[in-house]
């Protein structure tokens, strides 16, 4: 069974820093990825970042040029270092890593979730 366990979430001022890392155990399938996702109240879950088993990274629009995932095999952590926090980055921070199914990978296991906050 797959756990993902997050790290590093806290509260940072409005142009700050965070780091946030999440521990993976388990079997996770080499050939898909994993990401970051997150949910602000009252809104829905949506995307931040993913790697893919070759490297390849997307990242929304909204963090573009301010966040940066990585993932480092050998510790079977991934990372997302966030920096030039904004207010509008508060939200539950989730690690995610994806499972394959009929060839085709998906995202299907999730931590339980990191809160960052930023205040102005």
């Known amino acids: 069974q797959v756990q993902l366990v997050e790290s590093g979430g806290g509260s940072v001022q409005a142009g700050g820093s965070l780091k946030l890392s999440c521990a993976a155990s388990?079997?996770?399938?080499?050939?898909?990825?994993m990401g970051w996702y997150r949910q602000a109240p009252g809104k829905e879950r949506e995307m931040v970042s993913t790697?893919?088993?070759?490297?390849?990274?997307i990242y929304a629009d909204s963090v573009k040029g301010r966040f940066t995932i990585s993932q480092d095999n050998a510790k079977r952590t991934l990372y997302l270092q966030m920096n030039s926090l904004k207010t509008e980055d508060t939200a539950v921070y989730y690690c995610?890593?994806?499972?394959?199914?009929?060839?085709?990978?998906?995202?299907?296991?999730w931590g339980q979730g990191t809160q960052v906050t930023v205040s102005s």
């Open positions: 388990g079997y996770i399938i080499s050939s898909c990825g």
């Open positions: 995610a890593a994806e499972d394959i199914s009929f060839g085709y990978c998906y995202m299907k296991y």
């Open positions: 790697i893919s088993s070759d490297g390849t990274t």
